[in-house]
């Protein structure tokens, strides 16, 4: 997360605030951010290993092997951190003053690291780049480390990742519905978020196709979290309270959803996922929300 306090006078033209209900979504959209996100990375695991990831076999390890990975996936994971966070400040040295860097937890539910600014304001492609280069830079150099050195831990430093960026990725689908010429920066009075001014002596114009995309992103993030708490959900109660088997379609046919199934000497269990069914559903979440979102607009 960045905060980037500035010192401006002006009545902004929005603000973006990190309220109690923005932090639980955040909380919400990390934890599925990880386990998708895993799981993307991992057909790319899979395909430098050259051989099918699916079905999954989820097995626990022994206790030492846990407890080794535990301490792996942390110290990699608390590296992975300050990688990010370094790089968002070497982007806002570039567009502003050098940065301080610091931890805390926003309304007692999200930790959170960040890199803050004194006195900078940005233009909006600047802070989208300043929010968005280290999910970039990051993604990309693990992908291209995992084709390398093809490994699990890189996944959960991978997913770590991403999970880490989704305020980053929200502050920056929001700042997308502004024209590219608004300024932006911090709150005054330590509060989180950013206020988006208007550009100096012009008229604002917005860009339809910049609203949309914001919508359109929110909608695809929305329903893809609706949709894997569900599946997680039915999972967990199929263990809890029957056989802990799960197969929503035809696991041969067009329509499949998922499949968790036991395995048969009762160590783990197998899993697949649809992922063009849930491709499709996402994307008719998000052209969902897109539409509902403009006729909101037009009937304020």
């Known amino acids: 997360m960045d905060r980037s306090p500035g010192n401006r006078t002006a009545r902004p033209l929005a603000t973006i605030r990190l309220t109690s209900r923005v932090a639980i979504a955040w909380l919400a959209v990390s934890v599925v951010g990880f386990f998708v996100s895993a799981y993307a990375f991992g057909h790319v695991l899979a395909v430098a290993r050259g051989r099918p990831l699916e079905p999954i076999v989820i097995a626990p390890p022994s206790p030492t092997g846990t407890v080794l990975w535990l301490l792996a996936s942390g110290v990699l994971v608390a590296l992975v951190v300050v990688l990010h966070e370094t790089i968002h400040g070497f982007a806002m040295a570039r567009f502003g003053n050098a940065p301080r860097f610091g931890i805390g937890v926003s309304h007692f539910l999200l930790p959170y690291a960040y890199a803050e600014t004194e006195g900078t304001n940005y233009t ?47 502050i920056a689908a929001a700042l997308c519905r502004y024209p590219a010429d608004v300024r932006v920066s911090g709150l005054p009075d330590g509060e989180q978020g950013f206020g988006v001014y208007p550009p100096p002596d012009r008229p604002i114009e917005f860009d339809p196709g910049s ?90």
Do not use: C, K, M
Not at 126 to 135: H, T
Not at 272 to 290: K, Q, R, S, Y
């Open 124 to 170: 909006r492609t600047q802070l989208i780049v300043v929010l968005l280069a280290p999910l970039a830079l990051i993604t990309a150099g693990g992908v291209a480390l995992v084709a390398i050195y093809p490994t699990p831990l890189l996944l959960v430093v991978l997913a770590a990742n991403v999970a880490g960026s989704v305020g980053d990725v929200w």
């Open 211 to 300: 609203s949309l995309l914001s919508s359109v992103t929110a909608g695809a993030v929305g329903t893809l979290t609706l949709l894997v708490t569900a599946l997680f959900g039915i999972v967990i109660l199929s263990l809890a309270f029957g056989s802990g088997t799960v197969v929503i379609g035809d696991p041969d046919g067009r329509w499949f959803l998922v499949r968790h199934e036991l395995r048969t000497h009762g160590r783990g269990a197998l899993l697949e996922v649809g992922t063009p069914l849930v491709l499709a559903i996402t994307l008719a979440g998000a052209i969902f929300w897109a539409i509902v979102t403009e006729l909101r607009r037009r009937a304020a």
